[in-house]
């Protein structure tokens, strides 16, 4: 399993941040398409993105595109272009605004007819993007609408919008929240995602920090997602990966907790029982599952070796 802990949004048009992403510490460099990319330029960052898809080495970085919203002129001829041209490089499409599990069956039929078309066997995933009322109700079954499906996002600044909810800073994404509800204002639409997402499987990413100059404050919006669930973030500017990466990343003492618990499962397992109990607390599937992930995670990040 690749590390997913923080995305980097990189405008298509904006060719000079291309390499700079490549050559970045983010584990997911993601083209957008969308919302930041100005109307008259949507065909340039379409042209420029499958450019630089096929045209530099993206090693093991893990790359995805974003598509325009799937009711807009763009949306159709970004997929079909991006993934006939470019999708043996890609390693999933963002569907930005789903707010019906009908999107995700739409884009799942295209992708099989063009890697069908190409005869390419990798499959490119599937990410959704939850930023309206009517994508928070629909979003269980989103979660479950194709086996391409990789991991839900949470839209703060269009999801905002969309239930009429006081915007408290420029960028809408998430400063400045605690001065007007005690608590986080966005928990519930979070944990509600993060539900749907657990529940089949997926993984979750927190939406981006708007303030790239606030790392104080970038720092405490990572570390609120981590404890709901998340398992990355996005992040609009380099500046961000750095404390991204190092919030989403095991810690030591959680490396060693897994280590403790998955040798007193298996311990358990060779004797026949299916739960232990270790330090007072019960050590059963939905336990080991949990540091088999993490335990998988400090593998891929080469925070332990096999052996251990
Ligand atoms: N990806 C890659 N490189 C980026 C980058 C990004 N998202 N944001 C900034 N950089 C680069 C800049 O090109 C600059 O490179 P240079 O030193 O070679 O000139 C360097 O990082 C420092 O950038 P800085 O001058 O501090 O920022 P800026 O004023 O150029 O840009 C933003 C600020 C917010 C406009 C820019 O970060 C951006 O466009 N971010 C993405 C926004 C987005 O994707 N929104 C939708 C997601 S929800
Ligand atoms: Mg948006």
Request: glycine residues 6%.
């Given at each position: 399993m690749?590390?997913?802990?923080s995305?980097?949004?990189?405008?298509?048009?904006m060719?000079?941040?291309?390499?700079?992403?490549r050559?970045?510490?983010?584990?997911?460099?993601?083209?957008?398409?969308?919302?930041?990319?100005?109307a008259d330029?949507?065909?340039?960052a379409?042209?420029?993105?499958?450019?630089?898809?096929?045209?530099?080495d993206?090693?093991?970085?893990?790359?995805?595109v974003?598509?325009n919203a799937?009711d807009t002129?763009?949306?159709?001829?970004?997929?079909?272009?991006?993934v006939?041209?470019?999708?043996?490089?890609l390693?999933?499409?963002v569907?930005?605004?789903v707010?019906?599990?009908?999107d995700?069956?739409?884009?799942?039929?295209?992708l099989?007819?063009?890697?069908?078309n190409?005869?390419r066997?990798?499959?490119?995933?599937i990410e959704?993007?939850?930023?309206s009322?009517?994508?928070?109700?629909?979003v269980?079954?989103?979660?479950?609408a194709s086996?391409?499906?990789?991991?839900?996002v949470?839209?703060?600044?269009?999801?905002?919008?969309?239930i009429g909810?006081r915007l408290v800073?420029?960028s809408?994404?998430?400063?400045?929240?605690?001065?007007i509800?005690?608590g986080?204002?966005w928990?519930?639409?979070?944990s509600r995602?993060?539900?749907?997402?657990?529940?089949?499987?997926?993984l979750?990413m927190?939406?981006?920090?708007?303030?790239f100059?606030?790392?104080d404050?970038?720092r405490?919006?990572?570390v609120?997602a981590?404890?709901l669930?998340?398992d990355?973030?996005?992040?609009?500017?380099p500046?961000?990966i750095?404390?991204?990466?190092?919030?989403f990343s095991?810690?030591?003492?959680?490396i060693?907790?897994?280590?403790?618990?998955i040798?007193?499962?298996d311990?358990?397992?060779?004797?026949?029982r299916?739960?232990v109990?270790?330090?007072?607390?019960?050590v059963?599937s939905?336990?080991i599952?949990?540091?088999?992930?993490?335990?998988e995670?400090a593998?891929h990040?080469?925070?332990?070796?096999?052996k251990?």
């Amino acid at each position: 399993m690749k590390s997913r802990r923080s995305v980097l949004s990189v405008p298509g048009h904006m060719e000079k941040m291309h390499p700079k992403a490549r050559e970045s510490a983010v584990d997911i460099v993601m083209f957008d398409l969308e919302d930041s990319v100005p109307a008259d330029q949507k065909e340039t960052a379409r042209a420029q993105v499958i450019q630089s898809l096929v045209s530099m080495d993206w090693g093991d970085k893990t790359v995805t595109v974003r598509c325009n919203a799937l009711d807009t002129p763009f949306a159709y001829r970004d997929l079909v272009d991006i993934v006939e041209n470019a999708g043996q490089e890609l390693d999933a499409v963002v569907v930005p605004k789903v707010s019906h599990p009908g999107d995700i069956h739409f884009v799942h039929r295209l992708l099989e007819g063009i890697e069908m078309n190409r005869q390419r066997s990798g499959r490119i995933g599937i990410e959704a993007s939850i930023e309206s009322a009517a994508g928070l109700e629909a979003v269980s079954l989103t979660a479950k609408a194709s086996d391409r499906m990789i991991s839900l996002v949470f839209g703060i600044a269009d999801y905002s919008a969309s239930i009429g909810a006081r915007l408290v800073s420029v960028s809408g994404h998430g400063e400045a929240e605690a001065e007007i509800y005690p608590g986080h204002r966005w928990h519930f639409p979070l944990s509600r995602i993060i539900m749907a997402a657990k529940a089949n499987g997926l993984l979750v990413m927190d939406a981006p920090y708007g303030n790239f100059k606030d790392l104080d404050g970038l720092r405490r919006s990572a570390v609120m997602a981590n404890a709901l669930g998340c398992d990355g973030k996005w992040v609009i500017h380099p500046s961000q990966i750095e404390i991204v990466n190092a919030v989403f990343s095991p810690s030591p003492e959680e490396i060693e907790r897994a280590r403790i618990v998955i040798e007193a499962y298996d311990a358990a397992a060779k004797s026949g029982r299916g739960a232990v109990s270790l330090d007072g607390s019960v050590v059963d599937s939905a336990t080991i599952r949990m540091a088999r992930q993490l335990w998988e995670q400090a593998l891929h990040l080469k925070l332990v070796s096999d052996k251990q």
